[in-house]
C-alpha cells in the first residue's frame, strides 16, 4: 500500500480541508498517523473491530495490550464508559485536553478488541489541533498506540512514523515536531486509591493537587520480577528500546563524567562503537564516541522533548553500546528516568558519594 503523507507543520490554525481526507479513512476503517502533543499516534475507528486489528498488525504489537481511546470533546466520553467517577470529572477539568491518559470502566460500545480483551478503558483527549480536529471530523472515537513499530522507541516526528509504517498504512500527518516528547501520563480512576500506571508530563504533584494522594504503580519502580504484574499491560514489554545495550550511570556529575569516559574509551578499544547520552552541561567534558546532548539539566522538559530522536540516532547510526547520564527523577524527570531505564532493561550502574560502584540489571 502507498501511504500519501501530507504536510501541516504550520500547526495552526488547522485547515479543516486537509484533514477530511483522514477522516474519511479512518470513518471507512483505515489508518493514519497522525501528531499529537505527546508523541505521534497510530489512528484508527476506537469502535470498529477490524480497525483495532489492523493496528496491531501494522505495529507487530501483542493484541493483549489494549489501546488509549482519543476523543475531541467532553460529550464523547459518556458513551464510552459505564460512569464517570467524581475524580475524572475533576482531572478532566484540570488537564483535558492534555497529554494525560485515564482508565474508567468500559461501556459495551468498545470492543475487546481495542480494550485488549479487558473490561476498563484508556482514555484521552489530546490538545494537539491536528489531533483534536481530526477526531471531530471523523466523526468517531480514534484509538491510537504511539505510531512506532512495537519496540522501538515512540515516533516524535513524521519521519519516525514514515520509517516504522511506511507501506503499512493509508496516511501520515506530518505536523512537525511533537512538543511533550513522551508518552501520555496514565491514571487509573477503576480502584479506590487512583493509581498511576505511566508517568508523564502531567506530574505527580500535578494529579495530587486533584485527587490527593496517588499510588504508584510498583513497575513504575522495580525491574518487572516475579510476583511483579503491571496493571497497564503494555508496560511489561521492553518499549522504547534503542537496538544498542544501554547503561544509565547514576553519582555526582564529576563521578558521572569520568565513568561514562573510562568505560566509553575501554569499549572503543575493544572495537565497539560508543554512544554517549550527555547534558548541554556536560557534553562538552566527552572527548571519546558518539555524544549526544539530549537537553540541557536546568529544564528537564527539554529531555524528554529529544529522548526518543537521540535514541533513534543511535540506531540509525549503528552503535553497539550506549552510556547515559541519569537524571533526577521528580516533576517530568519521573517520566524521563522510566522511559531511560525501559530503553536500558534497568541496567544501572550507581556511583556512592565514596566512589563504591553498583550495577544492576543489564541481562535482558
Ligand atoms: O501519549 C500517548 O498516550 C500516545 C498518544 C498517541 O496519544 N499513545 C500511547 O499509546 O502511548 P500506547 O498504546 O503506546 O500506550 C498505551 C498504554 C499501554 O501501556 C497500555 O497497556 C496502556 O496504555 N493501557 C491501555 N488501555 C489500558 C487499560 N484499560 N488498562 C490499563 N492500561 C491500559
Ligand atoms: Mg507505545
Given at each position: 500500500m502507498e501511504t500519501k503523507v501530507i504536510r501541516m507543520e504550520d500547526r495552526a490554525p488547522v485547515d479543516p480541508s486537509l484533514l477530511s481526507e483522514a477522516a474519511q479513512i479512518l470513518r471507512s476503517g483505515g489508518l493514519v498517523g497522525f501528531p499529537t502533543e505527546t508523541v505521534y499516534g497510530l489512528g484508527g475507528n476506537a469502535l470498529d473491530p477490524g480497525a483495532s486489528k489492523k493496528i496491531y498488525a501494522a505495529k507487530g504489537r501483542p493484541s493483549d495490550?489494549?489501546?488509549?481511546?482519543?476523543?475531541?470533546?467532553m460529550e464523547e466520553l459518556p458513551p464510552l464508559v459505564t460512569e464517570i467517577p467524581e475524580t475524572a470529572r475533576k482531572l478532566a477539568a484540570a488537564y483535558w485536553p492534555g497529554p494525560m491518559t485515564m482508565i474508567l470502566n468500559k461501556s459495551a460500545l468498545v470492543p475487546h478488541e481495542t480494550s485488549g480483551g479487558l473490561e476498563t478503558v484508556a482514555v484521552r483527549?489530546?490538545?494537539?489541533?491536528?489531533?483534536?480536529?481530526?477526531?471531530r471530523l471523523a466523526g468517531v472515537p480514534v484509538a491510537a498506540p504511539s505510531a512506532n513499530t512495537s519496540g522501538r522507541p515512540s515516533p516524535t516526528t513524521a519521519q519516525h512514523v514514515l520509517e516504522d509504517l511506511g507501506g503499512k498504512i493509508e496516511m501520515i500527518i506530518d505536523g512537525g515536531p511533537v512538543q511533550v516528547g513522551v508518552?501520555?501520563?496514565?491514571?487509573?480512576?477503576?480502584?479506590?486509591?487512583?493509581t498511576l500506571l505511566r508517568p508523564g508530563a502531567v506530574t505527580v504533584p500535578m494529579l495530587e493537587k486533584i485527587l490527593g494522594p496517588v499510588r504508584l504503580d510498583p513497575v513504575l519502580t522495580k525491574p518487572l520480577g516475579p510476583g511483579i504484574h503491571p496493571k497497564a499491560p503494555g508496560m511489561k514489554y521492553r518499549h522504547y528500546a534503542p537496538r544498542a545495550d544501554m547503561i544509565l550511570v547514576d553519582g555526582t556529575r564529576e563521578q558521572v563524567v569520568s565513568e561514562i569516559r573510562r568505560r566509553a574509551e575501554e569499549a572503543i578499544a575493544a572495537g565497539k562503537k560508543v554512544g554517549i547520552i550527555a547534558s548541554e552541561e556536560t557534553r562538552g567534558s566527552y572527548s571519546a564516541g558518539d555524544v549526544r546532548s539530549v537537553g540541557t539539566r536546568a529544564d528537564e522538559a527539554t529531555v524528554a522533548h529529544n529522548l526518543f530522536a537521540v535514541l533513534r540516532q543511535f540506531d540509525a547510526d549503528g552503535v553497539d553500546i550506549i552510556y547515559s547520564e541519569a537524571f533526577p527523577d521528580d516533576g517530568i524527570g519521573l517520566a524521563v528516568m522510566n522511559r531511560m531505564n525501559k530503553a536500558a532493561g534497568h541496567h544501572h550502574l550507581r556511583i556512592a558519594r565514596d566512589g563504591t560502584e553498583t550495577e544492576t540489571g543489564g541481562n535482558r
Open positions: 495490550n489494549p489501546l488509549i481511546v482519543h476523543i475531541s470533546r483527549m489530546p490538545s494537539d489541533p491536528i489531533a483534536n480536529a481530526m477526531i508518552e501520555s501520563t496514565i491514571i487509573d480512576l477503576t480502584e479506590e486509591q487512583p
